[in-house]
């Protein structure tokens, strides 16, 4: 059981590249989030999935995109990096509705340069 | 949808003293209140959390409270230690709407050999 893994670790992007975020989870936890985390700064949510097939956007979705055809998997998305996205990006999952505990995966550090 | 705002931003505590860190939310459907560490480099990790339909919690040196009517709860180490320092955040999550959790900003707590 890894519980939600998420690739890369690290990666450095140019202006303009786009790249996707990989998160997936073994626990066959329904719901899913995507949230950065700035340098000293909280959590902010951008996308967050309630099942296969049902995304919606967060906080902060501008710029993002996901989708989720599986329950394991939801990718993030960048389709035209810009310095704004450099942050710590964290998936995470629940089971349901009746359990909030999110299990966090171990985040990917993005710089975009 | 919820805000969440918490104080203070820093903290800094001689060993063996308590450090109290407040939130406050605004949406009234919040029913469940995490409280997660980060340590530097590392994921969020659950340190405590308390529902709505309770006013206290305690384990350990670590306890919450919350006061729904006034819409604050608390975090509140006693005997701290070195190994307390670390980044600390309040969430809460609603129920209804948007089911994800909402972070504060975070509070940085430097517990002084």
């Known amino acids: 059981n890894a519980g939600v893994t998420q690739t890369p670790k690290f990666r450095i992007l140019k202006i303009g590249q786009s790249m996707t975020l990989q998160c997936t989870q073994d626990m066959n936890h329904n719901y899913m989030y995507w949230y950065r985390q700035d340098p000293g700064m909280g959590l902010k949510l951008i996308y967050y999935s309630v099942g296969a097939g049902i995304t919606d956007k967060g906080e902060v979705p501008n710029g993002y995109n996901v989708s989720r055809s599986t329950t394991e998997d939801f990718p993030l998305r960048l389709e035209l990096a810009a310095p704004s996205q450099t942050s710590v990006y964290f998936c995470a999952s629940r089971p349901d509705i009746g359990a909030n505990v999110l299990t966090f995966g171990a985040g990917s550090r993005l710089t975009v340069l | ?113």
Not at chain 2, 30 to 55: A, C, H, M, T
Not at chain 2, 70 to 93: G, M, N, R
């Open chain 2, 1 to 113: 949808g919820e805000n969440v705002e918490q104080h203070p931003s820093t903290l800094s505590v001689q060993e063996g003293d308590s450090a109290v860190i407040k939130c406050t939310y605004s949406d009234s459907a919040s029913n469940y209140f995490p409280w997660y560490k980060q340590e530097l480099g590392k994921r969020p990790q659950l340190i405590i959390d308390i529902r709505s339909n309770v006013g206290e919690k305690k384990d350990q040196r670590i306890a919450v409270t919350l006061n729904k009517t006034a819409k604050h709860f608390s975090l509140h180490i006693t005997e701290t230690q070195p190994e307390d320092s670390a980044v600390y955040f309040c969430a809460a999550i609603p129920d209804t709407g948007r089911r994800a959790l909402t972070f504060g900003s975070g509070t940085r707590l430097q517990v002084q050999p």
